[in-house]
């Protein structure tokens, strides 16, 4: 089975610094995918970036970049240039496929990110 | 372009009693998963229906059951509450059962007393 372990509970950084929220994960696969959503208090899941295990470069969406460390295990997310509005749960989660063709999000227990102004 | 909607937003539930929470799909997604997210934990896959059928199922006792129709909208039934189900249920719809983005719902609050 696949785990995802993100080790911060809480983060608390300043306005305007980068962020660097940590994920690794356990998988047998040769074939997988990395996810990070934003949980804000409204409760939705937004998603953030995606990479894939065999994508030779790290993945970036504006602000926020993964840094892919395949023989670690590793996925953070990189936030630059945090914001107020960055303040929320993120989540890294892991594709995991079944042979009947469907696949789920397996999720870590989340890292709660404060900005502070 | 619509985005995943759920419906009820709150649910206030008693013990014992049986509760069906509504999902309707991203514009354009045919497939539905369901998730469960307790207080402070991480979304735990509850099952996925594509082609109006159950795809996969997670660790879930069979008090949780699932529908979907064939406009792609789907609904959670869970049967026979208690306390331990009241959590954020969360709808993610995707294009086809392997579909690499996963749109998130806002969720429904259930909560049992």
């Known amino acids: 089975a696949q785990k995802i372990t993100q080790t911060q509970p809480g983060m608390f950084v300043q306005e305007k610094e980068a962020v660097t929220l940590d994920c690794t994960y356990d998988?047998?696969?040769?074939?997988?995918?990395l996810f990070w959503y934003k949980q804000p208090s409204s409760g939705e899941m937004i998603f953030l970036i995606y990479q894939g295990s065999y994508d030779e470069q790290n993945a970036t969406e504006g602000r926020y970049s993964l840094n892919f460390q395949k023989a670690r295990k590793s996925a953070n997310l990189v936030i630059s240039a945090s914001q107020l509005g960055d303040s929320a749960m993120y989540f890294c989660?892991?594709?995991?496929?079944?042979?009947?063709?469907?696949?789920?999000?397996?999720f870590g227990q989340g890292t709660r990110l404060t900005i502070n102004p | 372009d619509a985005g995943v909607t759920q419906s009820p937003t709150h649910l206030i539930k008693t013990r014992g009693q049986q509760v069906t929470l509504r999902c309707s799909p991203k514009?354009?997604?045919?497939?539905v998963s369901w998730y469960q997210q307790a207080l402070g934990q991480g979304p735990q896959f509850i099952f996925q229906?594509?082609?109006?059928?159950?795809?996969q199922r997670g660790n879930f006792p069979d008090r949780f059951s699932g529908h979907q129709f064939p406009n792609y909208s789907s609904e959670l039934n869970v049967n026979a509450l208690l306390l331990g189900d009241s959590a954020l249920y969360l709808c993610?719809?995707?294009?086809?059962?392997?579909?690499?983005?996963?749109?998130f719902g806002p969720g429904t609050r259930l909560t049992v007393t």
């Open positions: 998988t047998s696969d040769q074939s997988y995918g």
């Open positions: 989660a892991m594709r995991e496929r079944s042979s009947q063709g469907a696949q789920k999000l397996v």
């Open positions: 514009s354009g997604h045919d497939t």
């Open positions: 229906y594509y082609e109006e059928e159950e795809r």
């Open positions: 993610a719809s995707s294009l086809g059962p392997r579909g690499n983005e996963q749109y």
